[in-house]
């Protein structure tokens, strides 16, 4: 299995534009977690879903943050407008237990 | 704030030497977790120890658990250079589902 797999690993774009990060998971697993990563910060989670369905997006920031599951294996995190603020590292992770199995990651800068 | 906290934030060691990370948590939990970063990376995942459970083993890492203190430790034994890596505890807690609160992390570096 490739593990989860994230797309795209960078990501440069100007302040205003939308931005969509994608997430495919590992097969057989039903849970899918998106979290953000920076220095300040730390790593917090923003939205996770169980079975496709959103259980809790308490950590999603703003209303320009919305995140969908279309189907049991994909996922996109899209920011629209995105702000210089939102630069971090997005990751997002899967499960099917207890343990969460974490993609690579995308940097996304936002200028 | 986080449910986790690590302790200490930076802890370096030379090759060989042991290294020990605490972690702090303030809820009654169902399981907590040990995972690892590498610069650069995502978070991989490391051992599992459920709260009924005190220590488990896996290879040179060693975890504790004090349900009545509310901490953990994790002891990587006869470090490598290798083992140079932030390394996160994630408490999950019961009726969460698989949901899991991430501390702040330990930067771990082992020279050689």
């Known amino acids: 299995d490739a593990g989860v797999i994230q797309s795209p690993r960078h990501e440069v774009t100007e302040m205003g534009q939308e931005v969509t990060l994608r997430c495919k998971l590992i097969s057989g697993h039903n849970s899918l977690f998106w979290y953000r990563q920076t220095m300040m910060r730390g790593l917090e989670l923003l939205i996770y879903?169980?079975?496709?369905?959103?259980?809790?997006d308490s950590g999603m920031p703003e209303d320009r943050f919305s995140a969908k599951m279309p189907n049991a294996s994909f996922s996109t995190l899209k920011i629209q407008p995105s702000e210089p603020r939102d630069s971090a590292v997005y990751f997002c992770a899967s499960s099917f237990q207890d343990s969460q199995y974490f993609g690579p990651g995308t940097r996304l800068t936002v200028l | 704030s986080q449910q986790g906290e690590e302790d200490p934030q930076a802890l370096s060691i030379q090759e060989g030497e042991n290294a020990t990370m605490n972690c702090s948590y303030k809820?009654?939990?169902?399981?907590l977790q040990w995972y690892r970063q590498n610069s650069g990376r995502g978070l991989v995942h490391l051992i599992l120890i459920r709260s009924n459970e005190r220590e488990k083993h896996s290879g040179r890492l060693r975890v504790t658990l004090d349900t009545s203190k509310k901490s953990s430790s994790l002891l990587i034994t006869a470090s490598r250079a290798a083992d140079t890596a932030s390394y996160f505890c994630a408490t999950g807690i019961s009726g969460s589902a698989r949901q899991l609160t991430f501390g702040s992390g330990t930067q771990l570096t082992v020279l050689p």
């Open positions: 809820t009654s939990i169902n399981n």
């Open positions: 879903f169980n079975n496709n369905v959103p259980i809790d």
